[in-house]
């Protein structure tokens, strides 16, 4: 009975998390639904919107702990956007269903 869970954030001190957001309707400034994929860390929050006017939000925690700088489309962090990018499509992939096993795969 109640709510289970964890604290999310002892978690995201040993390893980034990946986050999951679907809204059905308008929010956060968005005139409809959306979807939204986030990797979070100690350091880094990157969010990546499937709405092409709101690509993305990428925030340096150190600095920035209130993100309010969004650095997504700063060049000069290009390179950190490119390597947080590439580090959640293998997370995601990591967490994807895997069954049912196709029957013509293996042996």
Do not use: C
Request: proline share 5%.
């Amino acid at each position: 009975n109640g709510v289970q869970g964890r604290d999310l954030m002892t978690d995201m001190r040993d390893e980034p998390m990946v986050l999951e957001e679907h809204q059905r309707y308008g929010y956060m400034g968005f005139s409809h639904g959306f979807r939204a994929r986030t990797l979070m860390g100690r350091r880094w929050r990157l969010t990546i919107y499937d709405d092409a006017d709101a690509l993305g939000e990428l925030y340096d925690l150190d600095n920035d702990p209130g993100e309010q700088r969004n650095l997504f489309d700063d060049p000069a962090h290009k390179a950190t956007r490119i390597e947080l990018t590439q580090e959640l499509l293998h997370r995601m992939m990591g967490l994807m269903e895997t069954s049912p096993l196709a029957t013509h795969h293996g042996p």
